[in-house]
């Protein structure tokens, strides 16, 4: 089946600094990326939906210029948080869609600590 | 805002019971789809019911759709220790739009 991987896998780092997420779609092209945020016991929550070549769009409530999303390929997507805070402390999940629109992969996820 | 509402929100059942999940949802789908979850990990992908079909089966699990009720159960049969793990629904409304996952169940078996 169809993979995507995130990297790191996790990370910590201070609060003020920023943080980049990589999210790969291995084996095939994805047109759509998702960023979703999961905190502990809880669903995950979209944060935005990134199309290859052009400005994401972003959930109510999601600061786009807190989370910086770029989408330069059909295989890669990142997330940079910037000047991350203890809040920003959550499970990062990155989805990819396949140019088909078929089928919705998802990458293992990033947890991210901010001290 | 969430789609799915998932019930119960825990469940504890022993090994070799099984185990039933319920999904209901508020606005018209095109497919319903079940992950799961273990803890600290990502999300893996188990059945897929389409809007037009009204049960699915996928070795132990069992799914069933009813788009009047709006609502969709997940049957695990049999259950292992295994499966202990975070249940989720996600609705698709189609036209390449984005899932939107319900809250979640916590199933835990017993050895």
């Known amino acids: 089946g169809a993979v995507v991987s995130q990297h790191p896998s996790w990370v910590i780092c201070k609060s003020g600094t920023s943080v980049k997420i990589e999210c790969r779609s291995l084996?095939?092209?994805?047109?759509?990326m998702f960023w979703y945020r999961q905190f502990p016991k809880q669903s995950l929550m979209l944060m935005a939906t990134s199309n290859e070549g052009s400005k994401a769009t972003y959930e109510q409530g999601v600061e786009k210029d807190k989370f910086l999303i770029n989408h330069a390929s059909l295989t890669l997507s990142t997330l940079t948080v910037t000047s991350a805070h203890p809040e920003d402390s959550s499970f990062y999940i990155c989805?990819?869609?396949?140019?088909?629109?078929?089928?919705?992969?998802f990458g293992p996820g990033t947890r991210l600590t901010v001290l | 805002s969430q789609q799915g509402e998932e019930d119960p929100q825990a469940l504890s059942i022993q090994e070799g019971e099984n185990a039933t999940m319920n999904c209901s949802y508020k606005t018209s789908i095109n497919n319903l789809q079940w992950y799961r979850q273990n803890s600290g990990r990502g999300l893996v992908h188990l059945i897929l019911i389409r809007s037009n079909e009204r049960e699915k089966h996928s070795g132990r699990l069992r799914v069933t759709l009813d788009t009047s009720k709006k609502s969709s159960s997940l049957l695990i049969t049999a259950s292992r220790a295994a499966d202990t793990a975070s249940y989720f629904c996600?609705?698709?409304?189609?036209?390449?739009?984005?899932?939107?996952f319900g809250k979640g169940i916590t199933l835990s078996v017993r050895p």
């Open positions: 989805s990819a869609r396949d140019h088909r629109g078929r089928s919705q992969y």
């Open positions: 996600a609705t698709d409304p189609g036209a390449n739009s984005k899932l939107t």
């Open positions: 084996d095939f092209q994805a047109t759509t």
